[in-house]
């Protein structure tokens, strides 16, 4: 088996910040740079339908702080109400953070557009973004099964709203409050479990918290937002790929640098820690309104099962479980998740993603409605096994990380997805490679 070794200092930049500094560059007023944008399918598809809504979006690619190549994005807008009539369906690609946060915008709008995706976003739940809208009385509609094509008929005349959200979703908070940023007069979006704080810290909107843990977004309605810059960190969900590797693999040790580890997104690698994974956190510092750091990883022998079962340490790590659930099932033969239920609406179903390739690898698996357990390893089939990427990158990701920890021949179908978010995944494990 072989061990990786080194530093990365090219991790794709986060996808959730980047996404949003697009988002908010469209809809403040004046010039904003965006540094460190990603290259990645996903936020590619942001840019691509800002444009289309007739947003004037440069892209250059300049050389970054480490030497590496990086995106600088420059967005040029007149303010809430830049956008034009698109002249064509608004094509989202995998990424449903666009469709959704992108629709909240489009609510404010005088005209209709339609949110279209790729097959795999064209089967996720959009009630939770037509609810809200057409509460505050925009008109949206949906196919039979409340899934996209999204139709939205906005209104300038969008009422506040005071709004607790139904399920834990940062993009379903981040859509109200892009919204209620147009509305006349000031509006509040309600949390009862925590999820990702960007929007509200990249906006400066304010954060109420009541006795009983619940938060509020307060969102000032018609209120000019002044461009700013922004600086994109290094992006978690993607470190926790190369973490895995370094923790499941011999001999391995990985430093890597400017990972974001903002609380809402870096929880696991506190679970991991309990669990005895060698992990540790070098020159913390805040850039970018974000906390920052340097992620040390080392072969870690003796970690402890993950189980997992708090819904709001669920919330802040939903993006990570398919690889925390391989890499406990490789370090340990064991795993066991409960209060997951909103894995099965992501850009795959990963509870059955995992179990199914899971099982495929030789693991035991049992899957509940809002999660699963792994209940111990068999014989590893030999041969070249066959897995699936089920249409979704940290599927794929999860498995050719396993596929090194196990020194097994897998091939993953489909694997070309992972360039939606990590298109340089496996030049950075070849480059570690010891
Ligand atoms: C995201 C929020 C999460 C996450 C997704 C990105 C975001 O989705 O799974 O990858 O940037 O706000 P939900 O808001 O649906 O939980």
């Known amino acids: 088996m072989k061990a990786y070794k080194g530093e990365v200092s090219n991790l794709p930049p986060d996808k959730s910040i980047a996404h949003r500094a697009a988002l908010i560059g469209a809809i403040a007023e004046g010039v904003t740079e965006i540094s460190n944008f990603s ?157 990702r704080n960007h929007t509200e810290l990249m906006l400066g909107l304010e954060v109420e918290e009541f006795s009983d843990g619940r938060r509020a977004v307060v969102i000032p309605g018609r209120k000019t937002i002044p461009a700013k810059p922004f600086l994109v960190p290094a992006d978690p969900s993607a470190a926790c790929f190369i973490i895995a590797l370094g923790l499941l693999c011999p001999d391995s040790e990985i430093l890597i640098r400017d ?24 020159n913390r510092r805040t850039s970018g309104g974000e906390a920052v750091g340097d992620v040390l990883v080392r072969y870690s022998p003796s970690m402890s099962p993950l189980r997992i079962s708090d819904p709001g340490t669920v919330a802040n790590i939903i993006d990570e479980i398919p690889m925390l659930a391989v890499l406990s099932a490789c370090a340990t033969g064991e795993f066991e998740l409960h209060n997951a239920f909103e894995l099965r609406g992501k850009e795959s179903d990963r509870i059955s993603a995992v179990t199914g390739n899971l099982g495929r690898l030789g693991f035991s698996c049992e899957e509940f409605p809002d999660g699963f357990s792994i209940t111990g390893r068999g014989r590893i089939p030999g041969g070249r096994i066959a897995v699936e990427s089920y249409h979704d990158h940290r599927i794929a990701m999860s498995f050719a990380v396993a596929a090194r920890a196990l020194d097994a021949d897998v091939d993953i179908a489909g694997e070309e997805v992972i360039g939606v978010s990590f298109p340089n995944f496996f030049d950075i494990i070849g480059a570690l490679e010891a």
């Open 39 to 195: 290259g990645g399918f996903d936020n590619q598809s942001t840019l691509g339908v800002l444009r289309d809504c007739g947003i004037d979006i440069t892209q250059e690619i300049v050389t970054g702080p480490h030497g590496h190549p990086a995106r600088q994005v420059v967005i040029r807008s007149s303010g809430l109400w830049g956008f034009t009539r698109p002249a064509k369906e608004l094509m989202c690609n995998n990424s449903g953070s666009t469709m959704r946060m992108l629709a909240g915008m489009l609510a404010a709008q005088p005209f209709e557009s339609t949110l279209v995706g790729d097959s795999s976003l064209m089967r996720r739940p959009m009630r939770r973004v037509a609810d809200p809208l057409r509460l505050m009385g925009a008109e949206v509609t949906l196919s039979a099964e409340e899934t996209a094509p999204v139709v939205v008929r906005g209104t300038r005349d969008l009422r506040p709203i005071s709004y607790e959200l139904p399920v834990p979703s940062a993009q379903v908070k981040s859509l109200v409050a892009f919204a209620a940023l147009h509305a006349d007069g000031e509006s509040r979006v309600i949390e009862t479990l925590p999820s």
């Open 259 to 282: 990972v974001c580890l903002n609380p809402t997104r870096a929880e696991y690698i506190d679970l991991l820690v309990e669990s005895g994974a060698d992990v540790m956190i070098e």
